[in-house]
Every structure is written in structure tokens, then in C-alpha cells.
T-cell receptor, first 116, second 114 residues
């Protein structure tokens, strides 16, 4: 198992363009999370999947953001009509959930987005 | 509303010193608490997970303690090394349900000088 993998590692885009990020979780993990981190801050929760179901979305996730997890495996996070305020590190995490389960979260290396 | 605070925001120590990083949280109804390390421009590496029923966890030179009643956790690093320089983040699950979504402190940036 190679851990949580994110692609790309870095993305520079012009304002108004659409971008898509991919996350491959640890294979046996049924839970997948997206977080956003700006400089000097801790990560902030964006959205969460259990298997293929998106169970929760933060108010931080505007209607320009959409996330999917088809077939409960990899996930994509798309940002439409990017704005400079979207510049941040986007982190993906996965865990093995379940009632009373040990929910240690494992993170990927992140995708650094710069909107110019 | 759960809030997580880490003090100090930054810390600089000479190599070899033992040090303590602090994490406090406002809602004691947590399932667990997790400590992470983050190198500049990188993702998060899980260091230690303490379940709510545990008082402490150890991994090598790291020891994390948890006092739910007072809403505090500490991360103790023994015999610090320059390679320990990084930002250390603590996080607790948001809400009383075990969904696993985390709320983080702002981190303590540690510099260990040779």
C-alpha cells in the first residue's frame, strides 16, 4: 500500500479557468475527506465521503466546487471559474470508518493551487 | 462549537532539548485526538492517535498525553534533532459522532537548531 496519493502536486491556473484534482485513498479505506489549507492555518474540512456517498459538505464549499467519488474508490474535486481566493493547498485524507472504528486519518501530499 | 488552540505558535530550541507542545480543545466529548507533522509545502504525516479512553501514546521519542476533562493534550519530544523541525498540528473529530472529520489547531512551528 502506497498511502494516499494526490495528483497533481502543483497547479497554476488563470482566474476563471476550471481545475480538477484527483485523490486515490488507501485501498481498504471507506472514508475519504477533502480539506483546504491556507498559509499559516490548519486544514479546514470541505467534504466527506463514505464509500461513494457524499455525506457532508462544509459551508466553505461554494457552488463552484464539486466533488465525486464514483464506485467508492478515487475521488475528484473540481473548482469551476477559479478565483484568486481559491489559492490554497487542497488535502485529501482517508480512514477506515465504522461504528466504534479506529478513525486514524492518513493524508496525501496535497495539491498546491495558485490562481493568477 | 469545537475550537482547537495550539500554543506556542512558534518555538525555537537548540538540538538535544526536550520540549512540550500544547493543544487545547473546548468540547471534551471527543472520540480521539491525533497529532500530525507537516513539512513545508507537504502533506500531513500522522504521528500519534490517542483514543478517548487512553491517557497517553508513545512512538519512539514522541509521547502524547490526553486529559479530556481539562480539554488538553501535550506532545512531548525527547532529545530534539534538527530533523524534527516542522509544523506540528493537533486535531480532534468534529462533533460527537464518529464521522472522522477533523478540526485542527493552527499548529506550532518548531525549529531545532544544530
Amino acid at each position: 500500500d502506497t498511502g494516499v496519493s494526490q495528483d497533481p502536486r502543483h497547479k497554476i491556473t488563470k482566474r476563471g479557468q476550471n481545475v480538477t484534482f484527483r485523490c486515490d485513498p488507501i485501498s481498504e479505506h471507506n472514508r475519504l475527506y477533502w480539506y483546504r489549507q491556507t498559509l499559516g492555518q490548519g486544514p479546514e474540512f470541505l467534504t466527506y465521503f463514505q464509500n461513494e456517498a457524499q455525506l457532508e459538505k462544509s459551508r466553505l464549499l461554494s457552488d463552484r466546487f464539486s466533488a465525486e467519488r464514483p464506485k467508492g474508490s478515487f475521488s475528484t474535486l473540481e473548482i469551476q471559474r477559479t478565483e484568486q481566493g481559491d489559492s490554497a493547498m487542497y488535502l485529501c485524507a482517508s480512514s477506515l470508518g465504522g461504528a466504534g472504528g479506529r478513525t486514524e486519518a492518513f493524508f496525501g501530499q496535497g495539491t498546491r493551487l495558485t490562481v493568477v | 462549537k469545537q475550537e482547537v488552540t495550539q500554543i506556542p505558535a512558534a518555538l525555537s530550541v537548540p538540538e538535544g532539548e526536550n520540549l512540550v507542545l500544547n493543544c487545547s480543545f473546548t468540547d471534551s466529548a471527543i472520540y480521539n485526538l491525533q497529532w500530525f507533522r507537516q513539512d513545508p509545502g507537504k502533506g500531513l504525516t500522522s504521528l500519534l492517535l490517542i483514543q478517548s479512553s487512553q491517557r497517553e501514546q508513545t512512538s519512539g521519542r514522541l509521547n502524547a498525553s490526553l486529559d479530556k476533562s481539562s480539554g488538553r493534550s501535550t506532545l512531548y519530544i525527547a532529545a530534539s534533532q534538527p530533523g524534527d523541525s516542522a509544523t506540528y498540528l493537533c486535531a480532534v473529530p468534529l462533533g460527537s459522532s464518529n464521522t472522522g472529520k477533523l478540526i485542527f489547531g493552527q499548529g506550532t512551528t518548531l525549529q531545532v537548531k544544530p
